[in-house]
C-alpha cells in the first residue's frame, strides 16, 4: 500500500479536527442572539475581610431543579401541560448555578455573614442553605416571569432546621430582550429576601 503524502495527511487531519469543532462546539449552527447572567443588584462593598466562630458561616449550596430547568434554554409555560422555550435566549450557564452564586454574592454583601461555597465545608459549614429551585422562567398565561426558591435553613450538623418558601415575579413580554432582565429583577429579590432570612 503506497504511504499518503504529508500534504494529503495534514488535510486529512484538518478535516478530522472541524468535524469535532462542529461536533462539540455547535459548528456551523446560529448562536443564540442573547446569553443571559445573574448580578447581584446589592450594592458592592468592594474589599471584605470578615472572621466567623464556630458554626456561624453561611454554605450556599447549588439547589436542586427540575428537569425543564437543567439546561441553559429560558422555559416558557404556555399552559399547565404545555412547555417550551424562549427563541434566541439562553443562559451562559445552567439557573441552579446562577442562582446559588447570586444567593451568595447577595448575602456576602447584604449581611456580615462569613459565606463560603460548599467545596469550602471541610473548614466549618456552618448554617447550610439547600433547596429547590422549582420555578426560573416565563410564564405566558400572566406575561410574567416566575421565580419559586423552596430553601432550608440547618444548623452543622442539622440540630435545627427551617424551611421558607420564596416567590417573585416580574412582567416580561416573552422576548428575549425583556425575559432575560425580568429572571434577573425577580431572582435578586428572592435572593435579597433569603438574606434577610438568614440575617447576621
Same mark, same amino acid.
Given at each position: ?30 448562536? $443564540? ?10 450594592? %458592592? ?10 458554626? =456561624? ?12 430547568? @437543567? ?12 412547555? =417550551?422555550?424562549? $427563541? ?7 439557573? %441552579? ?11 456576602? @454583601? ?6 463560603? !461555597? $460548599?467545596?469550602?465545608?471541610?473548614? !466549618? ?13 416565563? !410564564? +405566558?398565561?400572566?406575561? =410574567?416571569?416566575?421565580?419559586?426558591? !423552596?430553601? +432550608? ?37 428572592? +435572593? ?9
Amino acid at each position: 500500500m503506497k504511504p499518503l503524502s504529508p500534504k494529503l495527511v495534514t488535510f486529512a487531519l484538518a478535516l478530522v479536527l472541524s468535524g469535532c469543532a462542529g461536533g462539540l462546539l455547535g459548528g456551523g449552527g446560529k448562536p $443564540p442572539a442573547y446569553l443571559f447572567t445573574l448580578t447581584s443588584d446589592a450594592p %458592592d462593598p468592594g474589599t471584605i475581610v470578615r472572621t466567623a466562630g464556630a458554626g =456561624q458561616a453561611i454554605t450556599i449550596a447549588v439547589p436542586v431543579v427540575p428537569k425543564e430547568l @437543567r439546561t441553559v434554554r429560558v422555559p416558557v409555560q404556555v399552559s399547565p401541560t404545555v412547555m =417550551q422555550y424562549v $427563541p434566541n435566549l439562553q443562559w451562559v450557564d445552567t439557573p %441552579d448555578h446562577l442562582f446559588k452564586t447570586l444567593v451568595a454574592e447577595t448575602v456576602r @454583601r447584604t449581611t456580615s455573614r462569613v459565606v463560603l !461555597d $460548599p467545596s469550602e465545608t471541610s473548614l !466549618d459549614p456552618g448554617q447550610v442553605v439547600t433547596g429547590q429551585l422549582q420555578h426560573f422562567g416565563y !410564564d +405566558a398565561q400572566t406575561g =410574567q416571569v416566575v421565580v419559586q426558591y !423552596d430553601a +432550608a435553613l440547618s444548623t452543622a450538623g442539622a440540630n435545627q432546621v427551617q424551611t421558607r418558601r420564596f416567590t417573585a415575579t416580574a412582567p416580561a413580554d416573552g422576548s428575549e430582550t425583556t425575559v432575560g432582565p425580568a429572571l434577573n429583577r425577580a431572582a435578586n429579590q428572592v +435572593a435579597l429576601e433569603v438574606a434577610k432570612w438568614i440575617g447576621g
